[in-house]
T-cell receptor, first 112, second 115 residues
């Protein structure tokens, strides 16, 4: 069955430090891959997406993600975290058709 | 402003009392979807609609109904709510659906408590 795994339920990072959020998916082919961010009390906002081409994808707010086919991973990174990045982050997979499968989310805490 | 709106934002009800959560988008999108978000489970798709009068089940459709009579509206209906439907609900829309790589635009969410 298709699935998305975000191994870290929560992560704490100091402001200014680098960040990597992990995402692994289970699917036979390369699906469409997305990262969304949910700020407290808000809906979800797209950070970036990948479906072909360059495996390093740039997104909004200084985020990037790298697709690694051999590892079935799509990890999200940011070189220097700001306090305003504290939020919950969701990796999502659209294997085709009209369904979308989300991971359980990783909550990011930022220490001053 | 392009947006997806949901009403109500917060709702407390009792078991068995029918309710409807409305969703409306002003982007002329063909695709709309409902999700529920529960701690530790992320978002799970309830129903989606590819166009007017065309709907299909997501991963957790039991206990829910939807209709798509107009392109802009996609209400979620709970005919007989139960406590296990207490959750945070999101409506989303996109032009053709994430399955072709499109971004979904999410509403602000509706927090439902069923007593």
């Amino acid at each position: 069955a298709q699935s998305v795994t975000q191994p870290d339920i929560h992560i704490t990072v100091s402001e200014g430090a680098s960040l990597e959020l992990r995402c692994n998916y289970s699917y036979g082919a390369t699906p469409y891959l997305f990262w969304y961010v949910q700020s407290p009390g808000q809906g979800l906002q797209l950070l970036l997406k990948y479906f072909s081409g360059d495996t390093l994808v740039q997104g909004i707010k200084g985020f990037e993600a790298e697709f690694k086919r051999s590892q079935s991973s799509f990890n999200l990174r940011k070189p220097s975290v700001h306090w305003s990045d504290a939020a919950e982050y969701f990796c999502a997979v659209a294997p085709g058709g009209f369904k979308t499968i989300f991971g359980a989310g990783t909550r990011l805490f930022v220490k001053a | 402003e392009a947006q997806v709106t949901q009403n109500p934002r917060y709702l407390i009800t009792v078991t068995g009392k029918k309710l409807t959560v409305t969703c409306s988008q002003n982007m002329n999108h063909e695709y709309m979807s409902w999700y529920r978000q529960d701690p530790g489970l992320g978002l799970r798709q309830i129903y989606y609609s590819m166009n007017v009068e065309v709907t299909d089940k997501g991963d957790v459709p039991e206990g829910y109904k939807v209709s798509r009579k107009e392109k802009r509206n996609f209400p979620l209906i709970l005919e007989s709510p139960s406590p296990n439907q207490t959750s945070l609900y999101f409506c989303a829309s996109s032009q053709r659906g994430a399955g072709v790589g499109e971004t979904q635009y999410f509403g602000p969410g509706t927090r439902l408590l069923v007593l």
